[in-house]
């Protein structure tokens, strides 16, 4: 482990005396207190967040120490300030993210969503699991037209399947160690699916790290398309499920980093030239207000120059923008790698 990394996650920041005082002994009503929050950040020290919410409820009761991590990774967001959505694609600035279909290997957005009421994946029991699974599964029955599709449990998967599904980027894989360490991966892997339309173009994960991943994407740079048939599916599935969401933290997630528009919306880009140097390049995507990432998910390297690029930001930001700060920003990109040696 690199150990200039070590203890310099936000929660670690934010782990006050104040705090540990403050918080001991207070559970929420999914049983879930500040030690199982903190778990994943104190067991990984190299953790660039460390804290997690088991419900609903941990967002209010663990606030002293919520709020700052909030603040800190979402561009300075206040406890008092209101968050809002819009989904209207008619804002978008463009329709493709590389019009002349060069660097953009494809084009990906998700949203993650928890059921009102429910436990997150750190906390949720098993019963409560296979019930949302459930419901869930219930609701994607409806979709139809381009989002109509089927459902496949992880649990009884053929593993060429399975594997085949992870390696083209479709499917997910049990939770890394951080994951592991909140709780995530309890009972991996009953209970959990995936759902994808025919050509899966549009795609639902069931009780991964938030009980709902709505995601869209498709080869190229197709951002418009991408935004729309997943605002499409988005709208039919709130019709019969009744998300987590507050005005000041939109819709609540398991990790602090997903809250709001819960979006996170990514080009896998070819930048060849400038990966030769992987810091520069973090530094100019830090500059964008964007995250890199390797192309086989968090925390993964990249292959053959590819990355993956997504919005930061999620919270106190609307998806329009988020996705605009996207498009303007892997222009900026493509442009510099153009101009490199
Ligand atoms: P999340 O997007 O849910 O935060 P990950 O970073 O773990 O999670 O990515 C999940 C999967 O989605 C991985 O297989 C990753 O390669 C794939 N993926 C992410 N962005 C893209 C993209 N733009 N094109 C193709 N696959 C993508
Ligand atoms: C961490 O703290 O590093 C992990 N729990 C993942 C946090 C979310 N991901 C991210 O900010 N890239």
């Given at each position: 482990m690199n150990t200039e990394k070590k203890h310099q996650s936000l929660m670690k920041k934010h782990h006050t005396e104040s705090v540990k005082k403050n918080l001991a002994g207070v559970s929420t009503?999914?049983?879930?207190t500040l030690d199982d929050a903190i778990r994943s950040g104190v067991e990984n020290e190299d953790s660039g967040v460390g804290i997690y919410a088991g419900d609903e409820e941990s967002y209010v009761l663990f606030s002293e120490i919520f709020d700052p991590v909030i603040e800190e990774y979402h561009g300075g967001y206040k406890p008092t300030d209101m968050h809002t959505a819009d989904?209207?694609?008619?804002?978008?600035?463009?329709?493709?993210?590389?019009?002349?279909?060069?660097?953009?290997?494809s084009t990906r957005i998700r949203v993650g969503r928890n059921l009102k009421g429910t436990g997150f994946s750190p906390a949720i029991k098993q019963d409560e699991r296979r019930e949302v699974e459930q419901n869930v599964v219930n609701a994607l029955s409806t979709l139809s037209g381009e989002l109509s599709g089927e459902y496949y449990p992880i649990?009884?998967?053929?593993e060429e399947i399975r594997e085949r599904l992870v390696t083209d980027h479709f499917l997910f894989k049990q939770g890394d160690r951080f994951l592991a360490s909140a709780g995530a991966n309890r009972d991996w892997p009953e209970g959990r699916g995936i759902f994808h339309s025919g050509d899966k173009r549009f795609l639902v994960w069931v009780n991964e790290e938030d009980q709902l991943r709505i995601i869209s994407m498709q080869e190229g740079g197709g951002i418009r398309e991408v935004f729309e048939r997943l605002s499409g599916g988005i709208r039919t599935l709130q019709e019969k499920l009744a998300f987590a969401y507050?005005?000041?933290?939109g819709y609540l997630s398991s990790c602090p980093t997903n809250l709001g528009t819960a979006m996170r919306a990514s080009v896998h880009v070819k930048l060849p030239k400038l990966g030769k140097n992987e810091e520069h390049l973090k530094r100019i995507c830090k500059e964008l207000k964007l995250s890199v990432r390797g192309?086989?998910?968090?925390h993964s390297d990249s292959e053959g120059g590819v990355y993956d690029i997504s919005n930061k930001?999620?919270?106190?930001?609307?998806e329009v923008n988020a996705v605009n700060l996207l498009i303007r920003g892997v222009g900026t990109l493509i442009m510099l790698e153009k101009c490199a040696d």
């Open positions: 009503p999914h049983g879930f989904l209207d694609s008619e804002k978008l600035i463009a329709d493709s993210i590389d019009p002349d279909g060069t660097f953009v290997v649990l009884g998967m053929n507050t005005d000041h933290l192309i086989n998910g968090e930001q999620r919270l106190g930001i609307s």
